[in-house]
T-cell receptor, first 112, second 114 residues
Framework: DGGITQSPKYLFRKEGQNVTLSCEQNLNHDAMYWYRQDPGQGLRLIYYSQIVNDFQKGDIAEGYSVSREKKESFPLTVTSAQKNPTAFYLC???????????FGQGTRLTVV | AQSVTQLGSHVSVSEGALVLLRCNYSSSVPPYLFWYVQYPNQGLQLLLKYTSAATLVKGINGFEAEFKKSETSFHLTKPSAHMSDAAEYFCAVSMDTGRRALTFGSGTRLQVQP
């Protein structure tokens, strides 16, 4: 089946650690996105990529990094510089900016 | 810059009653507008989208939305609520210039009372 796969579903991080969230799609989409969701704040854009080897910062990129070495993959690293990383992270992909974005099932990150 | 405002973080209706979820957008150029639904601990699913064709857009599960340029609105409606409609709903906007990514509203949680 075509779709977007995020892993892991739940992730626990100790203070000061970097962690990487995986996002893979087999929809042959050019664009991929990372959003952070906090209660009552909707989804906020962290990073996005329109093509391979290119990506742009969103509204809350500080403390995060990404790479886009393959069309299918857009991993997100939450670095120790991110002061409040506990949140629900959603990855999405789309053919283009004006078409439907397909979402993964999310990764819930908790700092312990 | 593009932005979205959803009025009412929580809406409660009785089963069988009309559902109305409000969305207003700000965009300097003709926007593309979307409504998504999210069930607990899940990703988002597209309900419907407006991409400059018909102003009244029909989506899945009996939902529809009307694009009103004069009011910069894209409200979501359903004539008769069902218990299974209880979820969080997000309005989103995208434009053909600048940042080509969806901007989301803060969401409206719909509660359906029996």
């Amino acid at each position: 089946d075509g779709g977007i796969t995020q892993s892991p579903k739940y992730l626990f991080r100790k203070e000061g650690q970097n962690v990487t969230l995986s996002c893979e799609q087999n929809l042959n989409h050019d664009a991929m996105y990372w959003y952070r969701q906090d209660p009552g704040q909707g989804l906020r854009l962290i990073y996005y990529s329109q093509i391979v080897n290119d990506f742009q910062k969103g509204d809350i990129a500080e403390g995060y990094s990404v790479s886009r070495e393959k069309k299918e993959s857009f991993p997100l690293t939450v670095t120790s510089a991110q002061k409040n990383p506990t949140a629900f992270y959603l990855c999405a992909s789309a053919d283009s900016f004006n078409t439907e974005a397909f979402f993964g099932q999310g990764t819930r990150l908790t700092v312990v | 810059a593009q932005s979205v405002t959803q009025l009412g973080s929580h809406v409660s209706v009785s089963e069988g009653a009309l559902v109305l979820l409000r969305c207003n957008y700000s965009s300097s150029v003709p926007p593309y507008l979307f409504w998504y639904v999210q069930y607990p601990n899940q990703g988002l699913q597209l309900l419907l989208k407006y991409t400059s064709a018909a102003t009244l857009v029909k989506g899945i599960n009996g939902f529809e939305a009307e694009f009103k340029k004069s009011e910069t609105s894209f409200h979501l409606t359903k004539p008769s609520a069902h218990m299974s409609d209880a979820a969080e709903y997000f309005c989103a906007v995208s434009m053909d210039t600048g940042r080509r990514a969806l901007t989301f509203g803060s969401g409206t949680r719909l509660q359906v009372q029996p």
